[in-house]
């Protein structure tokens, strides 16, 4: 199973992840906010980070960027994971690195596959994947 790191600034969201993912076997680590899930995803090297975009101080899009930017998170999957559901907030998170999009509320289900899925995928479907999902909203 995979190491999976829960950025989210809500608790019950936090819990919800952290219930279902351990039951699926997964271990799982949170952060609260952007600048300390940054930290633990460079010290941790989780197998699949789900991130969500409205967090305090560091958003989640600052996030994204500076795990594309750092050589040693640049190849670690993110699932977005958030509340924010505008084509341009789709858009921003796939060009900016992300491999999956959900939106709040979830199927616990939905979370489960995407973060199997993520995980079992190489560096090249990845970005595969984001070229795919950049061409169906029109902005690839």
Request: with cysteine; proline share 6%.
């Amino acid at each position: 199973m995979a190491r999976v790191l829960v950025i989210d600034d809500e608790p019950d969201v936090l819990l919800l992840c952290r219930i279902n993912l351990a039951h699926a076997g997964h271990e799982v680590l949170e952060a609260l906010d952007g600048e300390s899930g940054l930290r633990m995803a460079r010290e941790s090297q989780p197998d699949v980070i789900v991130l969500d975009l409205m967090l305090p101080a560091m958003d989640g899009y600052e996030v994204l960027k500076a795990l594309w930017e750092d050589e040693l998170t640049r190849n670690l999957p993110v699932v977005v994971l958030t509340a924010k559901a505008q084509v341009e907030d789709r858009i921003k998170s796939w060009q900016d690195g992300a491999v999956e999009f959900l939106t709040k509320p979830f199927p616990p289900d939905v979370l489960l596959s995407s973060v199997q899925r993520v995980s079992e995928m190489t560096p090249q479907e990845r970005a595969q994947r984001r070229e795919e999902a950049l061409n169906e909203l029109g902005s690839g």
